[in-house]
């Protein structure tokens, strides 16, 4: 078998490299649609160390790097269908188009650029130029290989950039005797580019190459309607009893002998026959042989409204792209049609079969696999495409349960082990000296919650494992008040700058308060996920935002509880200047709001959610519900502005 051979598939001792392994474990952030039966039977099983056997569709944001290797130990020889559409090498693979609501209409919109993480996701692929998209594809290959069940299908999504390339790399791993298709799907239309001086045929088309994992991968013969043309041609008999219109079909089979098919007298004429003897005759009972005459060959009529239309073919005309208005467009310049995952579902899985997507982006293919009863596991790098997968899911009839997972503090493990050592105090310090750096702030010494100072501002790093938690920020204002007047570290304004990886629900509003109390300025920053990223520490391109803070009020009439949002606000770093101008009241920022009416500090559980879409862009800012028992509750309030980040906020309620 020809190999195709690049820099990096092989190390030093002529060894294939083999893809990241690391199976870590995933961690479930929120749920979706869980009634409070099964999310009560959920925390059971969790109390009494046990695992849910109830399958839940799983929304996973995360590099698939990280990803794939941690669906291994559960889902091994599980998958039945993938479908990916990796980057092609566009500028457009992790931007979207993010838009600024006023009531029915969009006053403005703007394309949101790659995140620095995705930014680094893009460089791993292309950085060395087609070497390391090589390898990178060969490493998702082998991996999503060692996931597909035995009957499994997979289908790679690409353009005429490197499909030539990755035929050769999926023969490989997947074996040429597995290759079914080369799939043509026309896209779009002919472009004008003559007029410009190009001197190629119009590109106009993707490809999908299609592979089974084994000769008995699943096939559903698919089929699309007779064209008018193909009716009038062929369908030209009518029966005079019945009206209905049919064609005459061969009953004979040429050299038979060899395919073993039977030979024998019918009707007079000896032949090598499409079907035995008591077949034949069973036809013609059925009135379905016709002999025109006497001495002639007897054909078989096939009915109209019997055939289930032509087969398709591998070049596929007759599905079109997400049009400017059409309703499941989102936004994304990459985004794919449902019918186009339609099709190759229907065909490749049955029902209950799992299918999985590991760049959803838009999230089409969990849309279908829902729509068609298949179970999915969708994941992807970008936040906002998964803010958007969820929003298009929400919107399909009796969505089923679904849970938003990621690697958290696991992933953040590794990193720090990799870059700062094993040894865990030496370890701790480089990591906070390290993130000091990429904000600009002196490391200082002396204290154990006060790491640094920028600016007369003190600044607290918090751990990669742990969220800043309310008791974190009672030692953290210990400390600074002891520290007043102490020396050269000293604080020397009354600020303190808090940097952490995660947040406690409750903590801005609570924690603020309680800094306003102590009259200390207070601050809370996220630390970027970017910092992970080599390339992008060099850059400098590390920014670190403060959280959003986010106004509810609370309103109590028995059982009956009503939470209104009155107030967002957050640091719109990433919106532009003539967009920002456009936005005239708070509510403008907020594209998803969630409700958790009962959080029991597990996970957060989606009970209740208004947002916007194409179809409704109106957002409810209130919310009611009525409790069965009472009893003191924790209500947690989610939203999800323009960009996909999110903010929350906590209430406690006695009813």
Known sequence: MVELAWEGKYDKSGKKTAPLKIPLPLQTVETINESSQERQKSIDLFLHREHSTAWRNRLIWGDKKYVLPSL?????????????????????????????????????SFLKEPSIIEQKAWRDTWGKGLDSYLQWMWETLLVLRDLMHPDGSIYVHLDWHVSHYVKPICDEVFSPENFR????????????????????????????????????????????????????????????????????????????????NPKFKFLGIERYWRYNKEKMMKLLEAGKIVQASPGAVPRLKRYLDESPGTEVSSIWTDISPVGAQAQERVGYATQKPEALLERIMTVSTR?????????????????????????????????????????????????????????????????????????????????????????????????????????????????????????????ILTEFRKAIGTGTDAPRTNGVDVLGWDFAFELNELAKQQASQAKVDLRFLRIPRDVLDKKAVEQGDIKFF????????????????????????????????????????WSQWIDYIGVDWDNRSDTFHNEWQSYRSRKNPELQTVANHTYQESGQYLIVVKVVDILGNDTTKSLKVQI
Request: charged share 25%; with cysteine; proline share 5%.
């Open 72 to 108: 291994l130990p559960e889902f091994a020889g599980k998958i039945n269908m993938v479908y990916i559409d990796p980057p092609f090498d566009t500028g457009e693979d992790f931007s979207y188009t993010a838009r600024v609501p006023d009531g029915e209409d969009e006053v403005e």
């Open 546 to 585: 403060e959280l959003g803070s986010l106004g509810v009020d609370l309103k109590k009439k028995g059982r009956k509880v009503s939470v209104e949002l009155t107030d967002f606000v957050i640091p719109p770093d990433d919106v532009p200047q003539d967009v920002q101008k456009n936005i005239t009241h």
């Open 351 to 475: 029902e209950s079969d799992l299918v999985l997507d590991c760049f959803v982006g838009s999230g089409t293919t969990a849309i279908v696999a829902e729509k068609l009863n298949r179970r999915w596991i969708a994941c992807d790098l970008s936040k906002f495409a998964i803010h958007t997968t969820r929003k298009r899911l929400l919107s399909v009839t009796n969505v089923k349960p679904f849970v938003i997972q990621n690697l958290g503090k696991y992933e953040r493990q590794i990193w720090q082990a990799a870059e700062f050592g094993e040894s865990s105090e030496a370890r701790v310090q480089s990591y906070r000296q390290f993130v000091l750096q990429l904000y600009n702030a002196t490391p200082i010494v002396g204290y154990s919650w006060l790491h640094g100072i920028r600016s007369g501002r003190m600044v607290h790093v918090g751990a990669v494992d742990s969220p800043i938690a309310p008791g974190d920020v009672t030692q």
């Open 181 to 260: 298709n080369e799939i043509v799907w026309k896209r779009t239309t002919a472009h004008s580019h003559a007029k410009q001086g190009t001197v190629h045929y119009a590109r106009v088309h993707d490809v999908l190459l299609f592979y089974g994992n084994s000769e008995s991968a699943t096939w559903n013969q698919p089929y699309v309607q007779h064209s008018d043309k193909y009716v009038e041609s062929t369908y030209r008999s009518v029966d005079p009893e019945t009206g209905r219109y049919y064609a005459l079909g061969d009953l004979t089979v040429t050299n038979g002998g060899p395919k073993g």
